[in-house]
């Protein structure tokens, strides 16, 4: 009963056209519009708003959500971190499958941009690039130049939807390696030259060349898990 109501719901949203951050019909039109109990429509709109679906406000309304990816990266990174707790055969399996489902979609999106990524947005990631090698210099990691980088890698698609799926991936990765004390690289320097090679490569506009420097990029990635997951169990 609570999934149809859920469902009738995001119908109606669907119907009357409405956008994120509109307010939703109250309560007690809810209920006269679906027929159903108060206490059915409240716990309907609590499960929406853990999709993000819906925003409760409470003591103003309900209005539609933004529909995000934070419920995807909160159920990945449970899902990783259950198995992290049970045998390091399917911890490793765990977080392999998050990285590679980020690869895939990665050596994709990058070579669709090879021959349109703007120069002003090569200048940009070699900038991130100059900071993440500051800072290996001072033997610091970078997580937030790792994500900035990804994001205007890909920002001349246009699409919106790239950098939410690549942040949820993203914020999944990480959660999980905070979570397991993994936050440290040990070789940063290394992580800030597999980065600065994705850019020359895109400079060329050679595909085969920036093909090899993303699989390169996350072998990089894979090396430093799996001497992470020496330490589980």
Avoid: C
């Avoid at 900038?127 to 790792?146: C, H, L, N, T």
């Amino acid at each position: 009963m609570g999934g149809q109501i859920q469902s009738e719901i995001m119908q109606l949203i669907l119907d009357r056209g409405l956008r994120p951050g509109q307010v939703l019909p109250t309560e007690t039109e809810l209920m006269d519009d679906l027929g159903v109990s108060r206490n059915s429509v409240r716990e309907a709109l609590k499960a929406l708003q853990a999709l993000d679906i819906v925003e409760i406000r409470h003591g103003y309304g309900t209005y539609v959500g933004q529909a995000s990816l934070t419920p995807l990266a909160d159920g990945l990174t449970f899902r990783t971190l259950v198995q992290l707790g049970g045998d390091p055969i399917d911890a490793a399996q765990a977080l392999g499958e998050i990285l590679q489902v980020r690869e895939v979609l990665e050596e994709g999106l990058v070579l669709r941009i090879v021959d349109s990524v703007p120069d002003s947005d090569l200048d940009e990631l070699d900038s991130i690039v100059g900071r993440m090698e500051a800072r290996a210099k001072q033997g610091e990691v970078f997580p937030e130049e790792d994500r900035d980088f990804h994001e205007v890698l890909y920002r001349s698609l246009g699409n919106t939807l790239v950098p939410q799926l690549l942040g949820a991936f993203w914020n999944v990765f990480h959660r999980v390696a905070g979570a397991r004390g993994w936050a440290d690289d040990p070789s940063p320097m290394g992580t800030a030259r597999r980065h600065r090679e994705i850019v020359r490569a895109l400079r060329a506009r050679d595909r085969e060349r920036v093909r090899a420097a993303m699989s390169t990029h996350f072998r990089g990635i894979e090396s430093r898990a799996r001497k992470a997951m020496r330490g589980v169990g």
